[in-house]
């Protein structure tokens, strides 16, 4: 199924679901300001509820008593109210001018609701009376002010200039991809037949040197990238994105050339790099490493991905063996001295689960329909470097470089968010996220006709990319770095009066255990069980990472991974060592032939989520039991001995 549209149901559900969980007690605090600066004791203020009940009165003394010059000013401390958005029935306020000439000299009376300004009154009543006292009521509405910027996964936020330059999409796995060259705005540019103006005045062209020359489409693709991933795992990863065209900001370079020492585009490079180390800093917390990936478009010659490690191709092109296993210097540092499969550095970069060499063997069905092979390739993506070497030549030699254009991920923002060596600049570097720069050829990047608008005559190939993309980092991530879930007690049966296990886990992660059905009593944070407190029974217990108390949102449930533990009573001190069991035969039809050195109490059966289906109270002669009633399918058959000791089997009914 492919998508065209950016995930904005999907943002207001969320939105929707956030507002619900704060439920129906809609306050917001109302403030009355008085400016009246002469005449002030002619002057008064009642404020009421929708049912005519007095909340507030302002003046300063409403009897014409005072001099001319008596200015009196009043702001009144917030009190919360519930929300009323009718103008014509809900709160309303009595103005009194006590003269009846209206208030003198401009005086003024404003009313704020959460900050914003939900009524003002200019002190001219529509009636008057020489030396009569005068009131108007006057009807306003009031409600919430809009909702901050939202901070949980899929939701836009931007910088702070309300200008929609940079954009920070938060989400909830260990992956982080900024796009710094795709933007549009700002261009004077007519992209996908819409026009961007050069407008505004604060940001200058770029005239220092380097190139403004812009990734096409890759602020589209790093936003399909994320809604395939989002489809394909309910997560997200997180996103940054330039939305300012590389003629006004190049957030890949140091800031002085990234903005021409522009201070106002300084801000926009600031903010674009304060997301990422933002995003950086919540993996970091969550899942205690990740990886980050810069988004690139390039159009060199030979049609193929260049994956960027800040090893440089004469690195590459080296042919001493092993040579890149005594390299240090790339941006996947961390992960060279800490992966899962224990690889090389050589093996990371260019073996069958390096980064290429996933996209060789990943998709790519419809790019190569449209005419897009090479060097024979007929599926997945060509990416240099990785494991594929597709002719005796060099065009079609995907192992190195030689001497074909190539982007070796030496930029600014690789080095400053992977875990190599620091920026230029000093800043970055090191730590456990690491870096890898992908620079996608052009033909993977095709819009055609997308969201209506016509952008190429050509067949779109960037969505189908952005689904095989989507399908290739979480494919690395689970290769390389998924030990996050990981967990184990040192046995998978406790009896009620025993000590209470904990496991072990992976220490860097934040996690959450639970525990199916009801009766187990384990600690959420820790996973140690509570044996004093727990019924016998067969539990399913889950290790999620995320955070506790997180009630969803910030939360991934993909690295996630369960285990069964039986909790017996302790009916006697049991004897492990003598204890032998045996049920056969398996898979079985029906019955079930159990055998053990000691008496049989009873036998529970449950299913795969840890349901109880059918208990057997055994007779002391009893060794079988009969489960033909129950359905084709997987079952835990629970076995309780009298003395205490407890075996489960996984059992196959036919
Ligand atoms: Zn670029």
């Given at each position: 199924m492919k998508k065209t549209t950016f995930p904005f149901f999907k943002s207001i559900f969320a939105l929707f679901l956030l507002m619900s969980a704060t439920g129906f007690a809609q306050n917001v605090d109302i403030i009355l300001t008085v400016d009246w600066?002469?005449?002030?004791?002619?002057n008064k203020v009642e404020f009421y509820d929708p049912a005519g009940m007095l909340l507030q009165t302002i003046d300063n003394g409403y009897d014409g008593a005072g001099p001319a010059a008596n200015p009196y000013n009043e702001t009144t401390v917030a009190v919360s109210y519930p929300v009323n958005s009718s103008t014509t029935a809900g709160y309303y306020v009595i103005v009194y001018d006590f003269y009846g000439d209206g208030w003198n000299q401009a005086g003024s009376l404003t009313i704020t609701a959460d900050g914003d300004t939900a009524f003002t009154f200019n002190g001219s009543f529509d009636t008057s009376g020489t030396n009569t006292p005068i009131s108007q009521t006057i009807y306003f509405a009031v409600e919430e002010a809009p909702a901050p910027p939202p901070p949980f996964p899929g939701v836009s936020q931007f910088d702070t200039s309300g200008n929609n330059y940079i954009e920070y999409i938060r989400g909830n796995m260990p992956i982080i991809i900024s796009a710094p060259h795709g933007g549009v705005i700002q261009s004077g540019e007519t992209i996908g037949g819409t026009f961007y103006p050069d407008n505004d005045s604060a940001l200058p062209d770029r005239n220092c040197g380097g190139s403004d020359v812009r990734d096409d489409n890759t602020d589209i693709l790093i936003h399909e990238i994320q809604q395939s991933v989002f489809d394909q795992t309910g997560c997200y990863p997180y996103i940054i994105i330039n939305n300012l065209h590389r003629s006004k900001l190049d957030p890949n370079r140091e800031s002085t050339e990234a903005t021409c020492s522009d201070t106002d585009a300084l801000f926009y490079w600031n903010a674009y790099h304060d997301f990422i180390d933002d995003a950086s800093n919540r993996v970091m917390n969550t899942y205690g490493k990740g990886l980050y990936i810069d988004l690139h478009g390039q159009n060199h010659g030979i049609p193929r991905i260049e994956a960027g490690y800040n090893i440089l191709a004469a690195d590459l092109n080296n042919t001493t063996a092993n040579y890149l296993n005594t390299v240090s210097n790339s941006t996947i540092t961390n992960l060279v001295s800490n992966n899962v499969g224990g690889l090389t550095q050589e093996e990371l970069v260019r073996g069958p689960n390096s980064l290429g060499g996933i996209f060789q063997d990943t998709g790519g069905v419809f790019y190569h329909a449209q005419g897009n092979s090479s060097c024979g390739t007929t599926s997945g993506y060509r990416t240099v470097p990785s494991d594929y070497d597709q002719g005796s030549f060099d065009a079609c030699d995907d192992t190195r470089p030689n001497n074909n254009a190539y982007f070796a991920g030496d930029y600014y923002s690789n080095m400053r968010h992977g875990s190599g060596p620091a920026a230029g600049d000093g800043v970055g570097g090191g730590g456990t996220i690491d870096g890898i720069m992908t620079e996608v050829n052009r033909r993977v990047r095709d819009l055609g006709t997308y969201n209506g608008n016509v952008y190429d005559t050509r067949p779109q190939t960037l969505v189908p990319f952005a689904d095989d993309y989507a399908i290739v980092i979480k494919n690395y991530i689970d290769l390389h770095y998924n030990d996050f879930a990981t967990f184990s007690y040192t046995a998978n049966t406790y009896a009620t009066g025993g000590a209470d296990p904990t496991p072990t886990k992976t220490p860097s992660v934040s996690s959450v255990f639970t525990a199916t059905p009801a009766g187990l009593s384990i600690h959420e944070g820790t996973g140690t069980i509570d044996l004093s407190t727990s019924t016998a029974g067969l539990y399913e217990i889950t290790h999620a990472i995320g955070v506790a108390g997180g009630a969803g949102l910030g939360t991934c449930s993909v690295y996630s991974l369960t285990t069964m533990i039986t909790i017996t009573n302790t009916l006697s001190t049991p004897d492990v060592s003598e204890a032998t069991f045996a049920m056969y035969p398996n898979p079985t039809t029906g019955k079930l032939q159990i055998e053990s050195t000691q008496t049989i109490s009873k036998v529970i059966v449950y299913n795969l989520i840890g349901q109880q289906v059918k208990t057997f109270n055994m007779e002391a002669d009893q060794n079988s039991i009969d489960i033909s009633e129950l359905k084709i399918g997987s079952y835990f058959v629970n076995v309780q001995s009298l003395s205490g000791n407890t075996y489960t089997k996984l059992i196959v009914k036919k």
């Open positions: 600066p002469q005449w002030s004791t002619e």
